[in-house]
C-alpha cells in the first residue's frame, strides 16, 4: 500500500509525462532529483541528471536517499538504510535491461560494483577544500538556474511596458489613466512564447519553470511600473512647459 501511495504522489507532482520517463530521487529532506540511474552500489546511487544526461556521472549516499522511483515503475525505498561495511555483500544492483531491479548474486563483492572515482562525481558542492563538503544537488539548482536564465533572456516585457508609458505621458490624464494599463499588464503571468525561453523542454522541468515564471514576472512589473513613473512625469513635466509658454 505504501509503495502504491507513493506512486500516486509521484504521479500528481511531476505528471504524467514526465513520471514514464525518468527515474526519480527523493531525499530524506524531501526534495527531489529527476535523473537516471546508472548502476546502485554498497553504499551509492549512480545517476546522470535527467535534463543533462551528457554531463558527468553523480552519485549519492543511500543515507541521504529516502527512496528511488524508477521509470519502469519499480520503487525502493531506503529511508532504514544501513550503510554496507566494506566486507559485506551488496544487496541491489541495477542490471543491463533499462528500469528493471535484480537481486545481486552471492557471489558480488562491494569491489566489484564500485565506480571508478576518475569517472564518478560526488554531487556536493565544495566549500574550497576537497575534505569539506556542502549539501547534495538538489531541486533548488534547477530553480535558480531558471531565474539566472530569465534575467538573461526574458524581453517580452517590453510591449507592456511601452503601453503603459504612452497612456501615462498624456498631459493632465495620464497621471490616472496609465494606472490601469500598469495594474492589468503588471499582474498577469508571462506565458507561452512570451517566455522568451531559449529551450522550451527546460521548462518540463517543474522547479526550472517556476523559478524562470517567477522571475521573469518580477522583471516584468518592475519594468511597467518604471514606465509608468517615467510616463507619469514626462506628463506632468509638458504640463508646466505649456504653462510657461502660454503665460
Given at each position: 500500500?505504501?509503495?502504491?501511495?507513493?506512486?500516486?504522489?509521484?504521479?500528481?507532482?511531476?505528471?504524467?509525462?514526465?513520471?514514464?520517463?525518468?527515474?526519480?530521487?527523493?531525499?530524506?529532506?524531501?526534495?527531489?532529483?529527476q535523473?537516471?540511474?546508472?548502476?546502485t552500489?554498497?553504499?551509492?546511487?549512480?545517476?546522470?541528471?535527467?535534463?543533462?544526461q551528457?554531463?558527468?556521472n553523480?552519485?549519492?549516499?543511500k543515507?541521504?536517499?529516502?527512496?528511488?522511483?524508477?521509470?519502469?515503475?519499480?520503487?525502493?525505498?531506503?529511508?532504514?538504510?544501513?550503510?554496507?561495511?566494506?566486507?559485506?555483500?551488496?544487496?541491489?544492483?541495477?542490471s543491463?535491461?533499462?528500469?528493471?531491479?535484480?537481486?545481486?548474486?552471492?557471489?558480488?563483492?562491494?569491489?566489484?560494483n564500485?565506480?571508478?572515482?576518475?569517472?564518478?562525481?560526488?554531487?556536493?558542492?565544495?566549500?574550497?577544500?576537497?575534505?569539506?563538503q556542502?549539501?547534495?544537488?538538489?531541486?533548488?539548482?534547477?530553480?535558480?538556474?531558471?531565474?539566472?536564465?530569465?534575467?538573461?533572456?526574458y524581453?517580452?516585457?517590453?510591449?507592456?511596458?511601452?503601453?503603459?508609458?504612452?497612456?501615462?505621458?498624456?498631459?493632465?490624464?495620464?497621471?490616472?489613466?496609465?494606472?490601469?494599463?500598469?495594474?492589468?499588464?503588471?499582474?498577469?503571468?508571462?506565458?507561452?512564447?512570451?517566455?522568451?525561453?531559449?529551450?522550451?523542454?527546460?521548462?518540463?522541468?517543474?522547479?526550472?519553470?517556476?523559478?524562470?515564471?517567477?522571475?521573469?514576472?518580477?522583471?516584468?512589473?518592475?519594468?511597467?511600473?518604471?514606465?509608468?513613473?517615467?510616463?507619469?512625469?514626462?506628463?506632468?513635466?509638458?504640463?508646466i512647459?505649456l504653462?510657461?509658454?502660454?503665460?
Amino acid at each position: 500500500m505504501k509503495k502504491i501511495i507513493s506512486s500516486l504522489i509521484c504521479a500528481f507532482i511531476l505528471g504524467p509525462g514526465n513520471v514514464g520517463a525518468q527515474d526519480i530521487i527523493k531525499l530524506k529532506d524531501k526534495s527531489f532529483i529527476q535523473a537516471k540511474v546508472l548502476d546502485t552500489s554498497a553504499n551509492e546511487i549512480v545517476f546522470k541528471e535527467f535534463f543533462n544526461q551528457s554531463g558527468p556521472n553523480l552519485s549519492l549516499r543511500k543515507t541521504e536517499i529516502f527512496s528511488v522511483q524508477f521509470e519502469g515503475g519499480n520503487l525502493i525505498s531506503y529511508k532504514d538504510f544501513i550503510p554496507v561495511s566494506s566486507g559485506s555483500k551488496v544487496g541491489l544492483s541495477l542490471s543491463n535491461d533499462k528500469g528493471n531491479l535484480s537481486g545481486a548474486s552471492q557471489n558480488n563483492s562491494l569491489g566489484n560494483n564500485k565506480q571508478d572515482s576518475s569517472q564518478t562525481i560526488q554531487a556536493y558542492v565544495s566549500k574550497g577544500s576537497s575534505n569539506k563538503q556542502d549539501k547534495p544537488i538538489k531541486e533548488i539548482d534547477y530553480f535558480s538556474k531558471g531565474k539566472a536564465d530569465a534575467k538573461k533572456y526574458y524581453k517580452s516585457y517590453r510591449e507592456p511596458a511601452a503601453l503603459t508609458f504612452g497612456i501615462s505621458a498624456v498631459p493632465i490624464y495620464g497621471i490616472v489613466l496609465g494606472v490601469v494599463p500598469a495594474i492589468i499588464t503588471s499582474n498577469v503571468s508571462p506565458s507561452g512564447h512570451h517566455l522568451d525561453c531559449p529551450n522550451i523542454s527546460n521548462l518540463e522541468n517543474q522547479a526550472y519553470s517556476r523559478g524562470y515564471r517567477q522571475e521573469a514576472k518580477r522583471i516584468k512589473q518592475k519594468k511597467v511600473w518604471l514606465c509608468y513613473g517615467t510616463g507619469a512625469a514626462t506628463g506632468i513635466v509638458a504640463i508646466i512647459l505649456l504653462i510657461s509658454i502660454l503665460v
